[in-house]
Nanobody, 121 residues
Framework: QVQLVESGGGLVQAGGSLRLSCAAS????????MDWYRQGPEKQRELVAR???????IYADSVKGRFTISRDAARNTVYLQMNSLKPEDTAVYYC???????????????WGQGTQVTVSS
């Protein structure tokens, strides 16, 4: 099993910045992608940013140029630096990972519990 623990959410004014962290722990053999998703009020969960094991980064159009995803492979941790925040960025942000664990034969999906980000206007 893999546990994903997010931190860094909070309340910030429009134009401000926050940095989210997500640490993966457990009997991990390998991690493929580590992603950030978000789900705003009465909205579907959407992919915000992805970083692959090879370092490829993908961003939602709505956050390009404002958010940066990075990864510390040695610590199995992924970060999301969010700058120039807007009220429409308000959401619960979830960490997601595809990981291979000891004793398993394939990669499985894991989700964190989510962290609230609120941007006031």
């Amino acid at each position: 099993q893999v546990q994903l623990v997010e931190s860094g959410g909070g309340l910030v004014q429009a134009g401000g910045s926050l940095r989210l962290s997500c640490a993966a722990s457990g009997s991990i053999r390998s991690i493929n992608t580590m992603d950030w998703y978000r789900q705003g009020p009465e909205k579907q969960r959407e992919l915000v940013a992805r970083i692959t094991g090879g370092g490829t980064r993908i961003y939602a159009d709505s956050v390009k140029g404002r958010f940066t995803i990075s990864r510390d492979a040695a610590r199995n941790t992924v970060y999301l630096q969010m700058n120039s925040l807007k009220p429409e960025d308000t959401a619960v942000y979830y960490c997601y990972s595809m990981a291979l664990t000891v004793g398993s034969s394939g990669y499985q999906s894991y989700w964190g519990q989510g962290t609230q980000v609120t941007v006031s206007s």
